[in-house]
C-alpha cells in the first residue's frame, strides 16, 4: 500500500490559550536550525501531534523570506512525521510542537530537513525515557 504524506489543518496548534500553555508548561531544546518546544497532554482526537511553525520577524525581516522558511519546515516535518513513536502509538496522548527559527539569513530544504530529523530523533528519546520512569 502506498504512504500518504499529509499535512492537514487538524495538525496545526491552534488558538491563544492553547499556544500560551504551550509555550508556559512546556519543555524545549535545540535543534538547528529550530528551537523545538513540546508539550504533552491528554486532548481527545484523532491525531496524536500538532505542530506550530515560526520564523520571528525579528530574525527575519523579509516577510517572503519568512514564509519560504515555513514553508519549508513544514514541508520536513510532513515528510519525516512518520519517524514520531507518537504516530506509531495507539495511546490516548497527544503532543503539541513548535519549531521556532533562530537564524537570521534563509536556509535550503536540506537545513531544515537536517533539523527536523534531528528533532524527531531527539523527542523520541526524551519520550521513551519519559516512559520508563
Known sequence: ME???RFTRKERVTGEKRIET?????????S???????????????????ILISVP???MKSAVD?????????EAYRLNKHQFI?????????LDLAFISVVDKPYDY???EKGMQ????????????????
Not at 497532554?41 to 501531534?49: L, N, R, S, V
Not at 519568512?66 to 513544514?74: D, P, S, T
Not at 531527539?122 to 520512569?133: A, D, F, G, Q
Request: charged share 35%; glycine share 4%.
Open 32 to 50: 538547528y536550525p529550530f528551537r523545538v518546544v513540546y508539550l504533552e497532554t491528554t486532548q481527545d482526537g484523532t491525531i496524536p501531534m500538532s
Open 86 to 94: 507518537f504516530w506509531k502509538s495507539g495511546e490516548e496522548r497527544h
Open 118 to 133: 534531528k528533532a524527531i530523533r531527539e523527542l523520541n528519546h526524551r519520550i521513551e525515557e519519559k516512559k520508563e520512569c
Open 3 to 5: 504512504q500518504r504524506f
Open 66 to 74: 519568512r514564509n519560504r522558511m515555513k514553508r519549508l519546515a513544514r
Open 22 to 30: 504551550l509555550f508556559a508548561q512546556g519543555r524545549s531544546f535545540m
Open 110 to 112: 536540506a537545513t531544515a
Open 57 to 59: 520577524k525579528k530574525r
